[in-house]
């Protein structure tokens, strides 16, 4: 990788995402976002500043979920397996994090189907 697309790929990596509004295709992520207690640990730099859940730097940090889906890898880059989807990947580590990475400090939120699939959604649009 040459020295300016490095440099672009930081630019990128350091620039806001787009906040999710109600019809978005990644809001109702978003909300599972807010309200399973993501908020405490990982921090999303949003378009809108307001919005944007800065988690303090003295506090636990998760990693940083603003360009989640630029990403090949996660979990401390366990995660996707061979043969492995990201997408088949999320959902199995969403569903219990402690089981696929046995000392994560990710605990096992207790999503249903249906909030993996939004956060799926959601993560998967923040580029």
């Not at 790929?9 to 399973?36: C, H, I, M, R, S």
């Amino acid at each position: 990788m040459s020295q300016v697309d490095f440099d672009r790929w930081v630019a990128d990596q350091q620039a806001p995402t787009t906040l999710p509004v109600e019809g978005d295709p990644g809001y109702e992520g978003y909300q599972a976002f807010l309200n399973k207690g993501c908020i405490q640990c990982h921090t999303v730099r949003f378009d809108d500043t307001e919005a944007s859940n800065i988690v303090p730097p003295d506090a636990f940090n998760g990693p940083d979920l603003t360009h989640f889906a630029s990403r090949d890898v996660f979990a401390g880059a366990i995660l996707p397996e061979e043969r492995e989807s990201h997408d088949e990947a999320l959902k199995r580590w969403l569903a219990n994090p402690p089981e696929v990475k046995p000392g994560s400090f990710m605990p096992d939120l207790g999503l249903t189907e249906a909030e993996i699939d939004a956060l799926i959604v959601w993560l998967d649009g923040n580029e």
